[in-house]
C-alpha cells in the first residue's frame, strides 16, 4: 500500500496540491475501461444528511472530488442523485487542461446519466448548456416519448440494456465504445450497488468524514447483497484536515503495468 505524506509538516497547513493529487489518482494503464467510484462516509457509516451528500463532505474532500473529474472521460451518475444534489454539467478545469490534451481527453468529461425511465428535466443546464454533450443511458424498452424529449433536447441516447432496466456491465462497455474508458461514477448507492453486484467496480476511492450522524441514513451502497463479498485491497491513504482519503482496488484485476 502506498501512504502519501502531507505537503508540510505543520498541522494547520496540510494541503495537496491539484498536481500531487492528480498524480497520486492517475488512472492505470490498461487494455480496458477502468470504472472506479467516488463516494463519502461518516466514521458511522453515512453516506448522506438530509438526502445530500454536501453536509458531510468538506473543502479537501470536493479538491479530491474535482480532481477525479479531472482525470475522467466520463462521469457516471444514476438519475436520482442527478434529481437530489442538483447535478451541473462538468467544467474545464487550467489545472487538468495540459494532462487532458496530452492524454486526447475532451476539456471537461462528459457526464453520463443512468435512467430507466428518462424522468428528467432536460431544460436543465446539465443537459442544455455542458461544454461536452451530456449522455443518457437506458434500456431498449425505455419510453418512447421520453427518448424523443431527449434527444429534442440534443441529449444523446445511449441503449444499455435490452428491457426496461439498464444493465450496469453494459454502461460500461457501451461507454467503453465510444472511447471513454476511464469511468468515474459518483453514485448514488443504489447505482453504485449495482456495479458492486455485478462485478464492474475495478476501484473505490472512499472519503471518510470524520464525523458521527447517526440514524438511518444511506450506506454507500444498496440494493441486493452479493453471495460473497467482494475482496479489495487498500492502494493508498491521505490525510487532510482530519478527512481519510483512502482508495482501494479490485484484489482479481491483472494487466496493470503502471499509472497514467
Given at each position: 500500500m502506498r501512504r502519501l505524506l502531507p505537503v508540510t509538516d505543520d498541522p494547520d497547513d496540510r494541503?495537496?496540491?491539484?498536481?500531487?493529487l492528480a498524480d497520486a489518482y492517475a488512472y492505470p494503464e490498461t487494455d480496458r475501461p477502468w470504472l472506479r467510484a467516488n463516494?463519502?462516509?461518516?466514521?458511522?457509516?453515512?453516506?448522506?444528511?438530509?438526502?445530500?451528500?454536501?453536509?458531510?463532505?468538506?473543502?479537501?474532500?470536493?479538491?479530491?472530488?474535482?480532481?477525479?473529474?479531472?482525470?475522467?472521460?466520463?462521469?457516471?451518475?444514476?438519475?436520482?442523485?442527478v434529481r437530489q444534489e442538483g447535478y451541473r454539467p462538468a467544467r474545464a478545469r487550467?489545472?487538468?487542461?495540459?494532462?487532458?490534451?496530452?492524454?486526447?481527453?475532451t476539456p471537461a468529461p462528459a457526464v453520463a446519466v443512468v435512467s430507466a425511465s428518462?424522468?428528467?428535466?432536460?431544460?436543465?443546464?446539465?443537459?442544455s448548456a455542458p461544454l461536452t454533450?451530456?449522455?443518457?443511458?437506458?434500456?431498449?424498452?425505455?419510453?418512447?416519448?421520453?427518448?424523443?424529449?431527449?434527444?429534442?433536447?440534443?441529449?444523446?441516447?445511449?441503449?444499455?440494456?435490452?428491457?426496461?432496466?439498464v444493465d450496469p456491465?453494459?454502461?460500461?462497455?457501451?461507454?467503453?465504445?465510444?472511447?471513454?474508458?476511464?469511468?468515474?461514477?459518483?453514485?448514488?448507492?443504489?447505482?453504485?450497488g449495482q456495479f458492486v453486484a455485478t462485478g464492474v467496480l475495478d476501484e473505490l476511492c472512499l472519503t471518510i468524514a470524520p464525523m458521527l450522524t447517526a440514524g438511518g441514513a444511506q450506506r454507500i451502497a444498496s440494493g441486493s447483497p452479493v453471495a460473497l463479498p467482494k475482496r479489495f485491497s487498500p492502494a493508498s491513504v491521505l490525510e487532510e484536515a482530519g478527512f481519510l482519503f483512502t482508495r482501494y482496488r479490485r484484489t482479481d484485476i491483472s494487466g496493470i503495468t503502471r499509472s497514467v
Open positions: 494541503e495537496w496540491t491539484l498536481a500531487e463516494m463519502v462516509s461518516t466514521l458511522d457509516g453515512a453516506a448522506q444528511h438530509d438526502g445530500r451528500s454536501q453536509p458531510i463532505s468538506g473543502s479537501a474532500d470536493m479538491r479530491i472530488f474535482g480532481t477525479l473529474r479531472g482525470l475522467a472521460d466520463a462521469v457516471v451518475v444514476g438519475a436520482e442523485t487550467e489545472a487538468f487542461a495540459r494532462r487532458r490534451a496530452a492524454a486526447g481527453q428518462l424522468a428528467l428535466d432536460f431544460d436543465l443546464p446539465l443537459f454533450p451530456t449522455l443518457v443511458l437506458t434500456g431498449a424498452a425505455a419510453p418512447p416519448e421520453r427518448v424523443r424529449a431527449a434527444e429534442a433536447a440534443g441529449v444523446r441516447v445511449l441503449i444499455a440494456g435490452t428491457g426496461a432496466a456491465a453494459r454502461v460500461v462497455d457501451v461507454l467503453a465504445e465510444r472511447g471513454l474508458t476511464r469511468l468515474l461514477t459518483e453514485g448514488g448507492p443504489r447505482l453504485l
